[in-house]
């Protein structure tokens, strides 16, 4: 038995039922309201957000899960309570640094802002040196023609506009095919919504943000959805019916494989390994993706792929090469340090407990085969590429909506057990006890807390004041066309508005002997990488606080040996200074003659 068709429990206590059941979830968010209004983005730390929260915050999180649990712990609670509570959970994890911050967070939020700028600029997709290592987001510009068309249709000026509150809608997008996956291997309401919550509470790699990735998760969480159901509940209706399913496939496919690169790939490996078993051997999927794959890759996107290919063949198979972490990707400092390690904890916990939940539910095994299977398969990705330091997050992240199932089965009892036995009017009991009534709870809550400062414990990297933004906005306003922009990395606002027309050049990026160099005679050294800039075009140092915060967070250059930089720069004989604010300042390169 898996309490499957059981009908709703009707709420016969009327408003005091609804006020047992809604109660928990309207103080939550009251606490949440009150907690955001009194956080100041002024007052980050080294834990970022999660240091400059009040309590009040931790106590409407503490409050909402286990509000979440007394609705979801009754096998026949209506769907609409634990629904209610996930979208609070929603709120609270990805509204919260939209209502605190007054700019967009992340410099790559504003990169993706920058291509969509580009593509109404220059009114069609470009090839070419032109646009330099920039041509690649017009090979896979899904993402950003459908963001270029809203904003002409909606009429806004930028992305910028609505930009801060995208992690909040992707991650609603991806709800609707969550629930779909789970429904079809159980329709255990406890199973499905404990499943939902735990993987929002442990989705914290950060990949919902402004980017093709959050596009190209739902598109691949809707085709998995779709041949899931086809393998498990064949559509009625015959071949008409299978073809209808199959044909749905080709727009999903097509929109994921023009919006990006490694989606498609994890995707093409899950559909693989469903189809060595008996009950998904249905190769229609596989084929479509692989046909709109070759179409694309083989056209628009193969300037990219001639030169990516070969470092792809070289990285293949090094999985302890494409498991290190790059040149200015270790956290330094306790506060990041000790966000890497609850963030580290945080997955763990979730895979353990997937692993526990599988070994101990062998039925549930046994019928999400397919979902098991695609828990684990993302993790033969560590042998193909590193993705630029990044695969271990995507492959997290890919290997999260499997693993959230198991290991919500591990916190439940089996229907079937005596925990959930029908009472003398034959209806499932509610779990209780220490096992199965109080762990899970604590469980929850000890998930959703982590997922805080995993999530928004660097912020102090990620948030740009609104000074230097301006900053930024009146350099390369003021910046003629075919200058050069010098800067320590490029986390900063705008660091490529206007690319098609300003170059960009990021010092850190170098080899550490010039990095040296950099810092043995700052002035000098920064005026020789500028000196090939032809009138009218200008040479500029760019030095802001969101690269200093950058740099000394994540092991490159500390801000003491950056504030040196700009010292030597600044009495320079051969810049000047043009703009400054709180949050950095300008330097422009003298003209010789």
Same mark, same amino acid.
């Given at each position: 038995?898996? $309490?499957?068709? @059981?009908?709703?429990?009707?709420?016969?206590?009327?408003?005091?039922?609804?006020?047992?059941?809604?109660?928990?979830?309207?103080?939550?968010?009251?606490?949440?309201?009150?907690?955001?209004?009194?956080?100041?983005?002024? #007052?980050?730390?080294?834990?970022?957000?999660?240091?400059?929260?009040?309590?009040?915050?931790?106590?409407?999180?503490?409050?909402?899960?286990?509000?979440?649990?007394?609705?979801?712990?009754?096998?026949?609670?209506?769907?609409?309570?634990?629904?209610?509570?996930? @979208?609070?959970?929603?709120?609270? %994890?990805?509204?919260?640094?939209?209502?605190?911050?007054?700019?967009?967070?992340?410099?790559?939020?504003?990169?993706?802002?920058?291509?969509?700028?580009?593509?109404?600029?220059?009114?069609? @997709?470009?090839?070419?040196?032109?646009?330099?290592?920039?041509?690649?987001?017009?090979?896979?510009?899904?993402?950003?023609?459908?963001?270029?068309?809203?904003?002409?249709?909606?009429?806004? %000026?930028?992305?910028?506009?609505?930009?801060?509150?995208?992690?909040?809608?992707?991650?609603? $997008?991806?709800?609707?095919?969550?629930?779909?996956?789970?429904?079809?291997?159980?329709?255990?309401?406890?199973?499905?919504?404990?499943?939902?919550?735990?993987?929002?509470?442990?989705?914290?790699?950060?990949?919902?943000?402004?980017?093709?990735?959050?596009?190209?998760?739902?598109?691949?969480?809707?085709?998995?959805?779709?041949?899931? &159901?086809?393998?498990?509940?064949?559509?009625?209706?015959?071949?008409?019916?299978?073809?209808?399913?199959?044909?749905?496939?080709?727009?999903?496919?097509?929109?994921?494989?023009?919006?990006?690169?490694?989606?498609?790939?994890?995707?093409?490996?899950?559909?693989?390994?469903?189809?060595?078993?008996?009950?998904? &051997?249905?190769?229609?999927?596989?084929?479509?993706?692989?046909?709109?794959?070759?179409?694309?890759?083989?056209?628009?996107?193969?300037?990219?792929?001639?030169?990516?290919?070969?470092?792809?063949?070289?990285?293949?198979?090094?999985?302890?090469?494409?498991?290190?972490?790059?040149?200015?990707?270790?956290?330094?400092?306790?506060?990041?340090?000790?966000?890497?390690?609850?963030?580290?904890?945080?997955?763990?916990?979730?895979?353990?407990?997937?692993?526990?939940?599988?070994?101990?539910?062998?039925?549930?095994?046994?019928?999400?085969?397919?979902?098991?299977?695609?828990?684990?398969?993302?993790?033969?990705?560590?042998?193909?590429?590193?993705?630029?330091?990044?695969?271990?997050?995507?492959?997290? @992240?890919?290997?999260?909506?499997?693993?959230?199932?198991?290991?919500?089965?591990?916190?439940?009892?089996?229907?079937?057990?005596?925990?959930?036995?029908? #009472?003398?009017?034959? &209806?499932?009991?509610?779990?209780?006890?220490?096992?199965?009534?109080?762990?899970?709870?604590?469980?929850?809550?000890?998930?959703?807390?982590?997922?805080?400062?995993?999530?928004?414990?660097?912020?102090?990297?990620?948030?740009?004041? =609104?000074?230097?933004?301006?900053?930024?906005?009146?350099?390369?306003?003021?910046?003629?066309?075919?200058?050069?922009?010098?800067?320590?990395?490029?986390?900063?606002?705008?660091?490529?508005?206007?690319?098609?027309?300003?170059?960009?050049?990021?010092?850190? #990026?170098?080899?550490?002997?010039?990095? %040296?160099?950099?810092?043995? #005679?700052?002035?000098?050294?920064?005026? &020789?990488?500028?000196?090939?800039?032809?009138?009218?075009?200008?040479?500029?140092?760019?030095?802001?606080?969101?690269?200093?915060?950058?740099?000394?967070?994540?092991?490159?250059?500390?801000?003491? %040996?950056?504030?040196?930089?700009?010292?030597?720069?600044?009495?320079?004989?051969?810049? =000047?200074?043009?703009?400054?604010?709180?949050?950095?300042?300008?330097?422009?390169?003298?003209?010789?003659?």
């Amino acid at each position: 038995m898996d $309490l499957a068709d @059981l009908p709703a429990s009707p709420d016969r206590s009327g408003r005091y039922r609804m006020l047992g059941l809604g109660g928990p979830l309207a103080a939550a968010l009251a606490l949440w309201t009150y907690a955001v209004v009194r956080t100041d983005p002024a #007052d980050l730390g080294d834990f970022g957000l999660a240091g400059a929260l009040p309590l009040a915050f931790w106590l409407g999180l503490a409050v909402l899960a286990a509000g979440f649990w007394l609705c979801v712990r009754d096998p026949l609670r209506p769907h609409r309570w634990p629904l209610a509570y996930t @979208l609070g959970l929603l709120l609270m %994890e990805r509204a919260t640094q939209a209502l605190v911050y007054p700019t967009p967070l992340y410099a790559w939020a504003w990169k993706h802002d920058a291509v969509i700028d580009h593509l109404l600029t220059a009114g069609a @997709l470009e090839r070419g040196a032109a646009l330099g290592d920039m041509a690649v987001y017009d090979q896979w510009p899904g993402f950003f023609a459908a963001q270029a068309a809203f904003v002409e249709l909606t009429g806004l %000026e930028q992305a910028t506009a609505y930009m801060a509150w995208w992690p909040l809608l992707s991650s609603l $997008l991806l709800l609707a095919p969550l629930l779909l996956i789970y429904r079809t291997f159980t329709q255990d309401r406890r199973l499905i919504w404990t499943a939902v919550w735990i993987f929002y509470a442990a989705n914290w790699v950060g990949q919902d943000y402004f980017s093709p990735q959050s596009l190209a998760l739902f598109l691949c969480l809707s085709v998995l959805a779709v041949v899931l &159901r086809r393998g498990v509940r064949p559509p009625a209706g015959g071949r008409r019916r299978a073809l209808l399913w199959t044909a749905l496939l080709v727009p999903l496919t097509s929109a994921l494989v023009t919006a990006h690169q490694l989606t498609p790939v994890m995707l093409a490996a899950g559909l693989g390994a469903l189809c060595l078993t008996r009950r998904y &051997r249905d190769w229609a999927a596989p084929a479509v993706l692989l046909l709109v794959f070759l179409a694309w890759n083989l056209t628009v996107s193969l300037p990219f792929l001639r030169e990516a290919v070969p470092e792809m063949v070289r990285s293949f198979g090094d999985v302890a090469g494409n498991l290190e972490a790059g040149y200015g990707t270790t956290p330094t400092g306790t506060g990041p340090v000790l966000v890497s390690w609850v963030s580290r904890a945080l997955s763990a916990s979730v895979l353990l407990l997937a692993a526990y939940g599988a070994w101990r539910r062998p039925l549930l095994r046994r019928r999400a085969t397919g979902l098991l299977l695609l828990a684990t398969v993302p993790l033969l990705m560590l042998a193909a590429n590193d993705y630029g330091s990044e695969m271990i997050f995507r492959v997290l @992240l890919f290997m999260l909506p499997g693993a959230s199932f198991f290991a919500a089965a591990a916190l439940l009892p089996d229907a079937r057990t005596p925990a959930t036995a029908p #009472d003398g009017r034959g &209806r499932p009991l509610p779990v209780k006890g220490w096992r199965f009534g109080v762990l899970p709870a604590v469980a929850l809550l000890a998930l959703t807390a982590a997922f805080v400062p995993s999530y928004a414990g660097k912020d102090q990297l990620s948030y740009f004041p =609104e000074q230097e933004v301006a900053l930024v906005r009146q350099l390369v306003d003021g910046a003629p066309d075919g200058s050069l922009v010098v800067a320590a990395n490029r986390n900063y606002p705008l660091a490529y508005d206007t690319y098609w027309r300003i170059d960009h050049y990021w010092f850190l #990026d170098d080899g550490r002997s010039h990095v %040296e160099a950099v810092l043995n #005679d700052p002035a000098a050294t920064l005026a &020789r990488d500028m000196s090939a800039v032809e009138p009218p075009a200008r040479g500029y140092l760019l030095l802001t606080r969101g690269q200093i915060a950058y740099s000394d967070g994540n092991g490159m250059l500390t801000a003491a %040996e950056l504030h040196r930089i700009e010292t030597s720069v600044a009495a320079s004989p051969l810049f =000047e200074r043009v703009a400054q604010n709180s949050a950095g300042a300008v330097y422009e390169l003298r003209r010789t003659s």
